[in-house]
């Protein structure tokens, strides 16, 4: 009995100083600069998505990107092995019903213009990369605007069309009657044009009130894309994706970093040039 009590008496002690030590381990301060090991699992599935709208030249409008910007943009894409997703693989993903790519982003392109069939889409095909346009179908065939023609070839290059209202209005300043018709006449054009559903919508102008909300989530649509800048998550609400807005005065350090910082994407961090980054290899 005495060997038995003993022997109890070892194991408690035992038990009781690894108690103490976890506790103290737990107590210790996290080394500057790490992060929790549980960091990528408390963010989920993240993917950056780059938001174009007009490649040409505009001097002083920051939503028109030189071509030759755009073409070293993409470039860097395929030297660094990112992955460019067509809209369906990026839902997929998004919904956790396929693996992620290493290196996974969706390129986007709002509004229709011409020069997204005349100039970003040979670039692209160079590399086989995929897009997804939110097309305004008011403005198709108006002067610097894509024809149909024009969609139907961006469709067959790769290319998703999903819809980005009719006439392009400020959404909220609409009442519901008039903010449906904006949404699904311009999704039932695309739908009829291209034989294809479209299911996925974007914001013009980047606004939208609850109306608009239960208008999407009523019609069945299962994502949207807000301007607000950030990486598109599965933690977010479906309906306010967030998105890496391209300005033509960021450079292609900048541009880069957004790809691959989140937090500076977000606009969370400050500026800091990376000495060692070499454009010119672009």
Not at 38 to 49: F, K, L, Y
Not at 114 to 140: D, K
């Amino acid at each position: 009995m005495r060997r038995r009590t003993k022997s109890a008496a070892t194991y408690i002690a035992a038990v009781t100083i690894l108690a103490l030590l976890c506790a103290a381990a737990a107590l210790l301060p996290t080394p500057a600069g790490a992060k929790p090991a549980a960091g990528r699992a408390e963010h989920g599935v993240a993917i950056p998505v780059l938001n174009y709208h007009s490649i040409g030249v505009a001097h002083g409008n920051p939503y028109v990107l030189p071509p030759d910007a755009f073409a070293r943009q993409m470039n860097y894409l395929a030297a660094q092995h990112y992955t460019p997703l067509t809209l369906d693989a990026f839902v997929r993903v998004l919904a956790g019903q396929m693996p992620s790519p290493n290196k996974p982003v969706l390129l986007t392109f709002d509004d229709g213009y011409a020069n997204n069939a005349e100039t970003a889409m040979p670039i692209l095909r160079e590399h086989h990369f995929p897009a997804t346009l939110f097309l305004s179908t008011g403005l198709v065939d108006l002067p610097g605007y894509l024809s149909w023609q024009q969609v139907r070839e961006l469709a067959e290059a790769n290319w998703d069309v999903m819809p980005h209202t009719v006439t392009h209005p400020h959404l909220p300043k609409l009442d519901q009657a008039h903010q449906r018709a904006e949404i699904m006449d311009a999704r039932r054009k695309i739908e009829a044009v291209l034989g294809k559903p479209a299911p996925v919508f974007a914001y013009p102008y980047g606004e939208y009130n609850r109306t608009t909300l239960r208008i999407l989530r009523k019609n069945g649509f299962r994502y949207a894309f807000s301007t607000d800048d950030g990486w598109a998550t599965n933690r977010q609400n479906p309906y306010k994706l967030k998105r890496i807005v391209v300005r033509s005065e960021d450079s292609l350090e900048t541009w880069a970093r957004k790809l691959t910082d989140r937090d500076f994407a977000e606009g969370k961090e400050a500026w800091v040039p990376n000495l060692s980054f070499q454009m010119s290899a672009f």
